[in-house]
C-alpha cells in the first residue's frame, strides 16, 4: 500500500493512533513521548518523528509510505525520512483506532484527514499544506 495521509489533529494526550487497522494495515499515531509514529499494526514500527507533539495543540502533520520509503512532515516542515523494505498487507484502516490495542485509541480532536493512495511529490504536498493552513490555520 502506498500512501499519503494529511491530519489537522490536537491531541489531548499521547500515545494513540488517529488512523489504524486490522494487523497488517497502516497505522498513524502518536507515541507516549509525543513523537508522530508510523507502523504496520502488529508487524513493524516504521519510525518515529523527530520532532514532539505538544497536547492540545492543534497541528498539521503528514506522512508518504510506499514500501521503500517513509517522511514526516510535521507543522509544514520536513522531519524525518527512512527506508523500509515493508509492505502493508491489508487495505483496512479506521479512523481514531489502533485495531489490535484498544489502550491505544486516539484521544483528542481531528479537523480534517486526507489519504491519498499514492506518494504525492514535494511540490504536490506543499499544494495540499497549503490548502490545510488557509483553511485551519496550521
Known amino acids: 500500500a502506498t500512501q499519503t495521509i494529511f491530519a489537522v ?3 489531548a494526550n499521547t500515545a494513540g493512533n488517529f488512523i489504524g487497522g486490522a494487523s497488517g494495515s ?7 513521548t509525543g513523537n508522530l509514529d508510523l507502523q ?3 508487524v513493524i514500527g516504521l519510525g518515529g518523528s523527530t520532532a514532539l507533539l505538544a497536547t492540545n495543540t492543534w497541528v498539521q502533520v503528514n506522512t508518504s509510505y510506499d514500501s521503500n520509503a517513509f517522511s514526516y512532515r510535521i507543522a509544514r516542515t520536513a522531519d524525518i525520512s527512512g527506508i523500509s523494505a ?10 481514531g483506532w489502533n485495531g489490535s490495542a484498544p489502550n ?8 480534517e484527514l486526507i489519504v491519498y493512495n499514492t506518494k504525492l511529490t514535494l511540490s ?3 499544494a495540499v499544506e497549503a490548502y490545510l493552513l488557509a483553511k485551519w490555520g496550521v
Open 40 to 42: 504496520i499494526t502488529n
Open 124 to 126: 504536490q504536498i506543499q
Open 26 to 32: 497502516i497505522a498513524l499515531g502518536v507515541t507516549a
Open 9 to 11: 489533529i490536537n491531541p
Open 104 to 111: 491505544l485509541d486516539f484521544n483528542g480532536r481531528m479537523a
Open 86 to 95: 515493508h509492505t502493508a498487507t491489508q487495505p483496512q484502516t479506521g479512523l
